[in-house]
């Protein structure tokens, strides 16, 4: 495998107009985030938050990527005996259990651990429309694979992404 590589160094990009507004959005979508939606003008899709792809960003081409700050306040939903739901924005230790989980799970794979705050962009490479197509044609050619992301799983997406792009 390549050396996976964060941008630890890399700027936020800027998508939408000068003297971006840095608002909270009150959303657990980042499609919902203004700046993901101006980065869909120009081909940028957000990348799939699902453990099972944690990784993605570390091999996706630079070239082909980007990230802006992740101004999202996330929620969690407590239900009561009563049948109540309430909806409750995250708290930073919750932020931090998540970003603990995550990055223990990549340092199973012998990755680096991920900066945190950052929604990461992934613009595909022709023919696919989206991202998340390009994922799942990866997720189609690994099929004989078992279910959950191991070092070779790391191995054979990076592989396939080289010859995709």
């Not at 924005?89 to 680096?112: F, M, Q």
């Not at 705050?117 to 197509?133: E, K």
Request: proline share 12%.
């Amino acid at each position: 495998m390549g050396e996976p590589d964060w941008g630890v160094e890399e700027a936020a990009r800027s998508f939408g107009p000068a003297g971006w507004s840095w608002e909270p959005v009150y959303s657990d979508r980042p499609e919902d985030v203004p700046e993901v939606i101006a980065a869909r003008e120009v081909g940028y899709f957000p990348a799939d938050e699902a453990p099972l792809w944690c990784f993605i960003p570390a091999i996706w081409p630079v070239s082909e990527r980007a990230w802006v700050r992740d101004c999202r306040v996330r929620h969690l939903s407590r239900s009561y005996s009563d049948g109540r739901l309430e909806r409750l924005p995250w708290t930073a230790a919750e932020y931090a259990e998540i970003e603990d989980d995550t990055n223990r799970s990549l340092a199973d794979l012998g990755l680096p651990p991920r900066p945190g705050g950052r929604i990461w962009l992934l613009r595909p490479p022709a023919p696919y429309p989206t991202a998340q197509a390009v994922l799942d044609h990866l997720w189609d050619g690994w099929r004989d694979g078992p279910d959950t992301v191991t070092p070779k799983f790391v191995a054979y997406i990076e592989s396939r992404l080289r010859n995709l792009f």
